[in-house]
């Protein structure tokens, strides 16, 4: 069984650096035709597919956020990360980490972790 | 990009009874591969999201016979013949055709 763990900080202030780690077990980050991206839901808002890594380590990134954001990966750890520079209070969301098998097909997600932007 | 419109976004309901859940695109999801790309999603709190229903009307492994979906093209439904206790929580339907992928709005099933 596939298991997603998100870990970083709740807290960023205004214009620093959210960063974002995913820990994968039970599978393969490196698996063929697997995509490992991220979801965001703002407080009363729907979720967003923000953006993702293939298992060939090609991004793809959704387009209002393609300057600030960074998707990378270690195949040594399993594990894959976010970077979303230039925080902003609208950048306050719960973050989920999920696979997806290829056109949005996502099985498995993280439990999510909120982060909140704030001085 | 493409937009999902979901009905009703809250949705009080007796256990035991049916739910029904609109989804609509404002285009068609029919892919050129012969599949629409149009899942369905459960979200309880304190829980990982969930996949119920994956190109419309697949159920995923584990998913009680109680939930189906349907539809084509642009309108797609979510039931439940009947609502458990467990079921309530919120819904999502989410497009996968067009890139990117887009979620609806959510709709909360709530006991009346």
């Known amino acids: 069984q596939l298991h997603l763990q998100e870990s970083g900080p709740g807290l960023v202030k205004p214009s620093e650096t959210l960063s974002l780690t995913c820990t994968v077990s039970?599978?393969?980050?490196?698996?063929?035709?697997?995509?490992w991206g991220w979801v965001r839901q703002p407080p009363g808002k729907r979720l967003e597919w923000i953006g993702s890594?293939?298992?060939?380590?090609?991004?793809y990134y959704i387009p209002s956020l393609k300057s600030r954001l960074t998707i990378s990966a270690d195949t040594s750890k399993n594990q894959f990360s976010l970077n979303l520079s230039s925080v902003t209070a609208a950048d306050t969301a719960v973050y989920y980490c999920?696979?997806?098998?290829?056109?949005?097909?996502?099985?498995?997600w993280g439990q999510g972790t909120l982060v909140t932007v704030s001085s | 990009d493409v937009v999902m419109t979901q009905s009703p976004l809250s949705l009080p309901v007796t256990l035991g009874q049916p739910a029904s859940i609109s989804c609509r695109s404002s285009q068609s999801l029919a892919n050129s591969d012969g599949d629409t790309h149009l899942n369905w999603y459960q979200l309880r709190p304190g829980q990982s999201p969930r996949r119920l229903i994956y190109k419309v009307s697949n159920r995923d492994s584990g998913v009680p016979d109680r939930f189906s979906g349907s539809g084509s093209d642009t309108d797609f439904t979510l039931k439940i013949s009947r609502v458990e206790a467990e079921d309530l929580g919120i819904y999502y339907c989410m497009q996968g055709t067009h890139w990117p992928g887009t979620f609806g709005q959510g709709t909360k099933l709530e006991v009346k």
């Open positions: 999920a696979r997806d098998l290829g056109y949005f097909e996502i099985d498995y």
């Open positions: 890594i293939s298992y060939t380590g090609r991004t």
């Open positions: 039970g599978g393969s980050i490196s698996s063929f035709g697997s995509y």
